[in-house]
């Protein structure tokens, strides 16, 4: 994979050199993400359709992230393999503190509307490490807040991510109700990214 990523980024510079252009940073860092092995599958969805709930089903954990009866995710889930299951908290830059080690009790109080509404926290990701055999191929699961509803920041951190994905799931609830209009702006947004 790292050949391939050098070589396609090889022919990138030259493509860029000989027309006179700029290859782009976004482009760049994928490749290299990508020849490095990870593969970042985010996942995405109005609010309360089940993405945790998902997540957590195909890792086969049933709290590896919250879930809740009403909302829960309020920040974006990071999920990668390790030896072991552990959560670290990620702060933005301007709470400048280093981040936090926490236990899976405590992500509430991180990760979830109840527990930190409005972000006050300032935490900008929860990094999950967990010995899954699925991610220890090297993917990267993003769990992201749910679009629409009250939070329009939450909609702002989730379409963050969708430019850097490799792979979207869009998860929708055809049981409770059917795909919605706002759902089909999403997915259309989606495949133009």
């Known amino acids: 994979m790292q050949q391939l990523a050098t070589s396609i980024i090889k022919a990138a510079e030259l493509n860029a050199k ?21 593969f970042r599958i985010v996942v995405m969805g109005e609010i309360k359709k089940g993405k945790s709930s998902f997540i957590n089903a195909l890792l086969g954990v049933k709290d590896l992230v919250p879930v809740a009866s009403d909302v829960a995710t309020s920040t974006i889930y990071k999920i990668h393999y390790g030896d072991s299951l552990s959560y670290r908290v990620h702060f933005e830059k301007q709470v400048n503190k280093s981040p936090l080690s926490i236990s899976g009790d405590e992500l509430d109080a991180y990760g979830t509307e109840n527990g930190n509404p409005g972000n006050v926290k300032g935490v900008d990701f929860i990094e999950v490490s967990h010995p899954s055999p699925i991610l220890k191929t090297g993917i990267v699961i993003i769990d992201t807040p749910g679009l629409g509803g009250l939070f329009k920041e939450h909609k702002k951190i989730t379409w963050q991510y969708v430019p850097r994905a490799d792979a979207v799931f869009f998860v929708t609830d055809s049981v409770t109700s059917p795909i919605g209009l706002e759902e089909i702006e999403h997915l259309k947004s989606v495949l133009k990214i």
């Open 18 to 38: 000989l027309t006179g252009s700029q290859v782009s940073p976004t482009f760049l860092s994928q490749i290299k993400t990508w020849g490095a092995g990870i």
